[in-house]
């Protein structure tokens, strides 16, 4: 008799009904809809099947339930009649707002705002043990302030661990489990200190790598840009090496470094880096502060933009918008249209080239104007150097420390009124040595 195995059961998708309000005085990158149009996206990727959607125009949200009653009635009516498991915010919603909504939906709709999509998303997709760390971090800060019945209530469903362990609890679910959503507060601010402790061990070592990079003078460059923009895939074109690719949103959330040749022999370090996105919560900046420190770190930054999505402008500036945040705003940016080769003819180019004056157009899958990128990035990290001889008081030791952190230092002598130095320096910096110019 033939033994039967049984097939392995695979669960339904939740099906998603997406909520977008307008605020009318508060400016935004993208338009209602095309924000929506992201949010699906996100809710796909986590596995989410949306099956509706609904937007509000507002002056501001309600003190309550952040949209307005009538608002509330019309979604309660469309959730009944097209069957729907989640209610998903593109916007984030407060402790209040969550608990008020709850009581109005009930337990057998889940509510979601963007924020928690998107820290479901980076816990499916941490693969290091750095990047769970800092995802769970994150997950903890939010969830903190939110703990009501309906976290408790969903989290018997899950099981323990990050993405990497294959929690089963359902979107927004995944990360902590059953034992660490139950917990008490008191609980969970001490698993928040000791994974800040952790994190800064490895913002610690993070950081003495760095500086030996510096000491061994070899620039650094990073890969920003929006998710899905192509920064991987560029990373492998540059440096002949196979960083995991993904045709998704967030398929990278971990640093990963390369050496790159670049024309008449000079050798730089290049870092992909955790794609941007507009809306991006403030506590996963804080939580990825040991990997987005890469990016301060950097001598240059490559700006990677997909030149064919439809909304690749705001999605550049909600990117520049992330660097300010993040304090890296004063490094240079060369910008780089990644995807040419997806575009129908050659007038899309040249009009995509007059939007980002001074931009590379490249394709990093087939390697289109790789070497045309790879010229620029030597000019801007080599040939812009200036020779100088130039003479520090010794008060000035922050000067100091940046001249060899930067710069190329040839020799050095201690003199009577400083420390006198010969060397090159980027141009981008000359204007802090000035008054000490011989």
């Not at 008191?186 to 760095?210: P, V």
């Not at 007038?347 to 790879?374: C, M, R, Y």
């Not at 801007?380 to 020779?387: G, K, M, P, Q």
């Amino acid at each position: 008799m033939t033994k039967k195995y049984s097939e392995p059961t695979i669960l339904p998708r939740e099906r998603a009904l997406l909520i977008g309000v307008e605020l009318r005085a508060h400016e935004t990158l993208l338009t209602l809809d095309e924000s929506l149009d992201e949010l699906e996206l996100l809710a796909e990727t986590s596995g989410l099947s949306v099956v509706g959607r609904s937007t509000q125009r507002l002056d501001k949200p309600y003190v309550q339930t952040y949209i307005g009653p009538g608002k509330i009635d019309e979604i309660k009516t469309l959730a009944s009649e097209i069957g729907v498991d989640v209610i998903l915010f593109d916007n984030e919603l407060s402790p209040r707002h969550l608990r008020e909504l709850e009581e109005i939906f009930g337990k057998d709709i889940k509510l979601l705002d963007r924020t928690a999509l998107i820290l479901d998303i980076f816990a499916q997709h941490a693969r290091t043990n750095e990047g769970a760390l800092q995802v769970e971090l994150a997950q903890y800060e939010y969830r903190l302030p939110r703990l009501t019945r309906y976290w408790t209530h969903l989290a018997r469903q899950a099981g323990g661990g990050a993405g990497r362990t294959g929690s089963t609890g359902g979107v927004g679910l995944r990360g902590p489990g059953e034992t660490q959503l139950e917990v008490d507060r008191r609980d969970i601010r001490k698993r928040i200190s000791k994974l800040r402790d952790e994190l800064e061990k490895i913002r610690t070592h993070r950081q003495q790598y760095r500086e030996r990079r510096k000491r061994a003078k070899i620039p650094i460059i990073a890969l920003v840009g929006y998710t899905n923009a192509g920064k991987s895939t560029l990373l492998n074109q540059l440096s002949d090496s196979d960083v995991y690719v993904a045709d998704e949103l967030f398929a990278t959330l971990d640093p990963t470094t390369r050496r790159v040749g670049l024309p008449n022999g000079n050798v730089v370090l290049a870092t992909d880096t955790v794609g941007f996105i507009q809306k991006l919560p403030t506590s996963l900046i804080a939580a990825f502060r040991a990997t987005l420190e890469e990016i301060r770190e950097a001598d240059l930054l490559l700006h990677v933009v997909d030149v064919t999505h439809p909304q690749s402008w705001g999605q550049a500036q909600a990117v520049l918008q992330t660097l300010v945040e993040i304090e890296a705003a004063e490094i240079p940016v060369l910008t780089v249209l990644n995807k040419i080769d997806r575009l129908a003819d050659s007038k899309q180019a040249v009009q995509a080239l007059e939007n980002f004056p001074g931009a590379v157009a490249i394709s990093a899958l087939n390697g289109d104007g790789i070497d045309i990128l790879l010229k620029k990035v030597n000019e801007h990290l080599f040939e812009n150097y200036s020779e100088v001889e130039i003479t520090i008081p010794y008060n000035e030791g922050s000067l100091i420390a940046l001249f060899h952190d930067l710069g190329q230092v040839e020799r050095t002598e201690h003199v009577e009124n400083g420390v006198k130095i010969i060397g090159r320096i980027p141009g981008r910096l000359l204007s802090q040595f000035r008054p000490y110019l011989k």
